[in-house]
C-alpha cells in the first residue's frame, strides 16, 4: 500500500489496549484501590481533573486484571466524539462489531454482550455524561457478566456505580518536616520518579542528585504532583537547569496569583504550566496550535498544511512548526505500524482544549472548522475517484485512520445554514467507506439525514439514492432500499441522468435476488453491466458482474456463471483493483465449485480471504469461509467443514447477520451443515463447532487457509513446509500407494472427478508430469519426517 498501512484484522475476543509508550510510575494503592472495587461493583467511574492520569491509572488497571475477563478487555476513546447520538455505535466500533442489520445499535451491542465477561472502558465520558450515563445503566442490567471502567470529570451518577477520586502524585515533604535522610523523601515520592523518569527520557544524562535534588522536589510540589504538569515541564530541561525552571515557574505562579504561589489551585496549576508552555512558543507554532485544535482524534501533515496555513503561516513553514510543537510535546507522534509511509499527530485532549479556547478567542474558529471540512471533502472525493484502481486500498486505509475527522466534518455541515448539500455529496463519495469498514450504519445514518434535508441537484440525489439503497440492502432493509430506487428511477430517467439508470438496475437486481426471482435477478443484472461499459464506470461493470456470477451459479447455468467472473477479474486485473477482484474470486469459486473444480474453488476462495483479511473486510471473510466449509463438505473433510462452520458462528455474530447481502446462498450454508452433521454424527458436529466458535481470529484465518500443519503430525525441524493443502496431501499419500482415481474417490467419499482436479493441482503445484513423481516425492517426505523423529526412549 502506498500511503498508510492497511488495517490490521480484529480478534474475534480480544484485549484491545493500546501499547505503553512510556513507563508507569508509582499509584499502586489506587491500582489496588480500583480493583477492589472492579471486584464487587459493575460500574466503577475514575474521576479527578485534567491531567491526573485518569486514563492511564485506567489503562494499567486494565492491563493487570484482563485475564479475569476471557472475553475482552475493550477501550472507548471518547474525547473525540462530540455526537451523542453515535455513542452507541462508537462502542459498537471499538468492540469491532460489524453488525450490517437494520435493528437498533444498542439491542446489537446487549446481544454481543449479554453472555460475555468482558471490561468496558469508556474514557472522556464528561461532555456525554447524560448519554453514558443511560447506555451503562442499559449495559449492566442485560449483561451481568459486564463490568464498566469509566473515567471524567465527575461521576455517571448511576444506581450501583463506584467511584474513586484519583489523587495528584504524592509529593516529597517540604523542607525542614524532617522524614528521615535526604535521599530517601525523594526516593519514596511518585511525583520526584516521574519528573526523573521523564527527564532522563529528555536529556539522558540527567540524573538526581544531591545538588539539584532540591530543585526537582520544589518543582513538583509548585506542580502540585499533577502527572500532566510534570511532563510538560520537564521538557523545558533541554534549554533549562531544574534551578533555571524552578525559578521561571515561581515567576510564572506569582503572576496569576500575586503572592505566593502556595494558594494556586490545582486546575489554574495545570493551565498556568499550559499558559507557560503557550508562552514559550513562537508566534507561528502559536497560530498552528490553535488552528490544529479543529482536528478531532489526529491528523497528518498534509491535512496540517492544507487546513492550518494561510493568514500568517506559509505552507512551508507548515512541517517546520509542527517539528518544533513535537519538540515542546504540545504535538504527539502517533504510535502507526511501520509499513506506514505516513506520520500522524495528535494533541492530548487538555491541550487540545486550551488551543481550541484560544481559537474561539481569536474569533478564528469557524472560519478553520470551514476549511476543515473543506479538506475532509476534497479527501472524500478523491478516495471516490480512486475506488477502482491500484490506490484503492491506500486510500480506504486512509479514510480509516481519519473516520473521526470525516465524522466532524459531515456535523458541521449539518450545523451551518445553506451547508447540508455538501454533506449530501460528501456522504455519497464515502460508500466504499462505509462498506467496507465498520461505519455501514452511521453511513446510512449520514445518508438518510442528507436526504431528508431534500438538497442537492439530480445527479447528486439520485447518487445518494442508489448508495443509500446499497446500505439498506446488505441490512435487509429491503422496503427502505426499494423506495429509494424507485425515486432514482425517476431521476434518471431525466436528460443527462442515464448512468443513474445502471445502479437502479443493478441495486434492483440485488432485491429480486433476496426475494427469489433468479431469472427477473439475471435481466436487472444483465442490464445494469451492458449501462455501465456504455457509461464506461468500471466499478458498476464489476459489481454487475460479481452480482451476475452468484446469479448463474444459483440457477445452475454455471458455464455463464465462470464467464462472468473471469470477465469481472479481468476487467480488475487491467485497472490493477483488488477489492472488486477479491469479490470476483468468491463469486467464481463458487461457479467453479459448482461444476465440480474443487481445488480450483478453494485456491480463488483462499485468495479472496487473503486479500479481504487484510482490509479487515469481515463481511467478505465470512463469505470466503461459507464457501470453503461448502467445499469440505462435500469433498468429505467433514470435521474440517464443521470446525469452519464454528468460525462462522463467531463471524457472523460479530456481522450480526449470515450471508448479509448474500442471502440466496444460505441454502448451501444449511446442505453443509445437514451433510456434516449426518457424516460426524450430533455429539462430534457439536464439539468441532464449537472448538471452531472459540478460535481467536489468527487462529480461524491460519485453519481457514491451511497454513499451519495439524496438530500431531509429525515434521522434521530441517524439513521444507508442503506446499499442498491438508487434503492435497492425503490424496499424494493414496497417490503414492499405488491407488487408482477411482480408488481415491471411494476412499475419501468424493467424486472421481474432484481426485482428478485434485491430482491436476498436486502436479501443477509441485512442476511434475506423472502420477510416479508424486508417489517418489510423498515417498521422501514420509522418510525424512520419519528419519528426524525423536526415538523413544
Request: proline share 5%; charged share 25%; hydrophobic share 40%.
Amino acid at each position: 500500500m502506498d500511503e498508510v498501512a492497511s488495517a490490521a484484522p480484529k480478534r474475534w475476543q480480544a484485549t484491545d489496549l493500546p501499547p505503553e509508550v512510556t513507563s508507569f510510575v508509582g499509584r499502586r494503592h489506587e491500582m489496588a484501590e480500583v480493583k477492589r472495587l472492579l471486584s464487587g461493583a459493575r460500574v466503577v467511574t475514575l474521576t479527578g481533573p485534567g491531567g491526573v492520569g485518569k486514563t492511564r491509572l485506567a489503562l494499567r488497571v486494565a492491563a493487570d486484571v484482563q485475564r479475569a475477563f476471557p472475553d475482552g478487555v475493550w477501550l472507548v476513546e471518547l474525547a473525540g466524539l462530540e455526537n451523542p447520538e453515535l455513542l452507541t455505535d462508537s462502542v459498537n466500533e471499538a468492540l469491532a462489531i460489524r453488525d450490517v442489520s437494520h435493528r437498533p445499535p444498542v439491542e446489537v451491542l446487549i446481544d454481543h454482550l449479554r453472555e460475555k465477561r468482558a471490561l468496558l472502558i469508556l474514557d472522556n465520558c464528561e461532555h456525554l455524561l447524560r448519554a453514558c450515563a443511560v447506555l451503562a445503566g442499559t449495559l449492566v442490567r442485560a449483561a451481568p457478566s459486564l463490568r464498566i471502567l469509566a473515567t471524567g470529570r465527575q461521576a455517571l451518577g448511576i444506581s450501583g456505580e463506584q467511584t474513586l477520586v484519583v489523587p495528584t502524585l504524592p509529593l516529597p515533604p517540604p523542607p525542614g518536616s524532617g522524614g528521615g535522610p535526604p535521599a530517601e523523601p525523594a526516593a519514596r515520592s511518585e511525583a520526584v520518579r516521574l519528573f526523573t523518569e521523564r527527564a532522563t527520557a529528555v536529556l539522558p544524562d540527567f540524573a538526581l542528585t544531591e545538588a539539584n535534588r532540591s530543585a526537582v522536589e520544589e518543582i513538583c510540589r509548585r506542580l502540585d504532583g499533577i502527572p500532566l504538569a510534570i511532563e510538560l515541564a520537564v521538557v523545558r530541561l533541554r534549554a533549562l537547569s531544574p534551578e533555571e525552571l524552578l525559578a521561571r515557574l515561581d515567576n510564572r505562579f506569582r503572576l496569576l496569583t500575586g503572592g505566593s504561589p502556595a494558594t494556586l489551585p490545582r486546575q489554574q496549576t495545570l493551565r498556568a504550566l499550559i499558559d507557560w508552555s503557550y508562552a514559550l512558543c513562537t508566534e507561528k507554532e502559536r497560530l498552528l496550535w490553535e488552528r490544529v485544535s479543529v482536528f478531532t482524534d489526529g491528523l497528518d501533515l498534509e491535512a496540517a498544511e492544507a487546513v492550518c496555513s494561510g493568514d500568517g503561516i506559509d505552507r512551508q513553514e507548515v512541517v517546520h512548526l509542527v517539528i518544533g510543537l513535537v519538540g515542546k510535546s504540545i504535538l504527539i507522534r502517533e504510535d502507526l505500524p511501520s509499513t506506514s509511509a505516513v506520520t500522524r499527530y495528535r494533541l492530548l485532549e487538555t491541550i487540545r482544549q486550551y488551543g481550541r479556547e484560544r481559537l474561539v478567542a481569536s474569533g478564528q474558529e469557524n472560519a478553520l472548522q470551514r476549511l476543515h471540512r473543506d479538506h475532509y471533502r476534497r479527501l472524500a472525493a478523491e478516495a471516490y475517484a480512486e475506488r477502482f484502481g491500484p490506490r484503492q486500498v491506500s486510500w480506504l486505509g486512509r479514510l480509516n485512520l481519519d473516520h473521526a475527522n470525516l465524522r466532524t466534518a459531515l456535523e458541521y455541515c449539518f450545523g451551518e445554514a445553506g451547508e447540508t448539500s455538501a454533506a449530501l455529496v460528501m456522504a455519497t463519495d464515502l460508500l466504499y467507506h462505509w462498506t467496507t469498514s465498520h461505519y455501514l450504519r452511521e453511513g446510512r445514518h449520514w445518508l438518510d439525514l442528507s436526504l431528508l434535508c431534500g438538497t442537492g441537484s439530480d445527479e447528486v440525489r439520485g447518487r445518494a439514492l442508489w448508495s443509500n439503497s446499497w446500505l439498506a440492502v446488505i441490512q435487509a432493509d429491503i422496503v427502505s432500499a426499494t423506495t429509494m430506487l424507485e425515486e432514482a428511477r425517476k431521476l434518471g430517467g431525466r436528460p443527462g441522468q442515464e448512468p443513474i439508470l445502471a445502479y437502479v438496475a443493478l441495486y434492483s437486481g440485488m432485491i429480486a435476488m433476496f426475494r427469489g426471482d433468479v431469472d427477473l435477478a439475471i435481466s436487472l443484472y444483465e442490464e445494469a453491466v451492458t449501462r455501465h461499459r456504455a457509461d464506461d464506470d468500471p466499478a458498476g461493470q464489476a459489481l454487475a458482474l460479481v452480482r451476475l456470477c452468484l446469479a448463474y451459479s444459483f440457477r445452475g447455468d454455471w458455464p455463464s456463471a465462470v464467464s462472468a467472473g473471469e470477465k469481472c477479474i479481468a476487467l480488475c486485473d487491467a485497472h490493477e483493483e483488488g477489492w472488486h477482484r477479491a469479490y470476483a474470486m468468491m463469486a467464481l469459486g463458487v461457479g467453479v465449485w459448482c461444476q465440480g473444480d474443487a481445488p480450483r474453488a478453494t485456491e480463488l476462495e483462499k485468495e479472496s480471504l487473503r486479500f479481504n483479511r487484510s482490509l479487515d473486510d469481515l463481511l467478505g471473510v465470512g463469505v470466503n469461509v461459507e464457501v470453503l466449509a461448502w467445499i469440505a463438505a462435500a469433498d468429505g473433510d467433514h470435521r474440517r467443514a464443521a470446525r469452519l462452520l464454528g468460525v462462522l458462528e463467531t463471524a457472523w455474530q460479530v456481522i450480526g447477520a449470515p450471508l448479509s447481502g448474500y442471502g440466496h446462498l444460505t441454502r448451501y450454508h444449511d446442505e453443509c451443515e445437514e451433510r456434516t452433521r449426518e457424516a460426524l454424527g450430533k455429539q462430534a458436529f457439536d464439539t468441532l463447532v464449537r472448538q471452531g466458535s472459540k478460535m481467536r481470529c489468527d487462529e480461524a484465518f491460519a485453519f481457514a487457509l491451511e497454513e499451519e500443519a495439524p496438530r500431531g503430525e509429525p515434521s522434521g525441524e530441517a524439513e521444507e513446509p508442503s506446499p499442498l493443502t491438508r487434503r492435497e496431501t492425503e490424496i499424494a499419500k493414496l497417490v503414492a500407494q499405488g491407488l487408482s482415481n477411482k480408488e481415491i474417490a471411494a476412499s475419501l467419499t468424493i467424486a472421481q472427478r474432484t481426485a482428478e482436479g485434485h491430482i491436476e493441482h498436486i502436479m501443477t503445484k509441485l512442476g511434475f508430469h506423472s502420477r510416479a513423481q508424486i508417489a517418489v516425492w510423498t515417498g521422501e517426505r514420509i522418510r525424512n519426517a520419519s528419519g528426524n523423529r525423536t526415538p523413544d526412549a
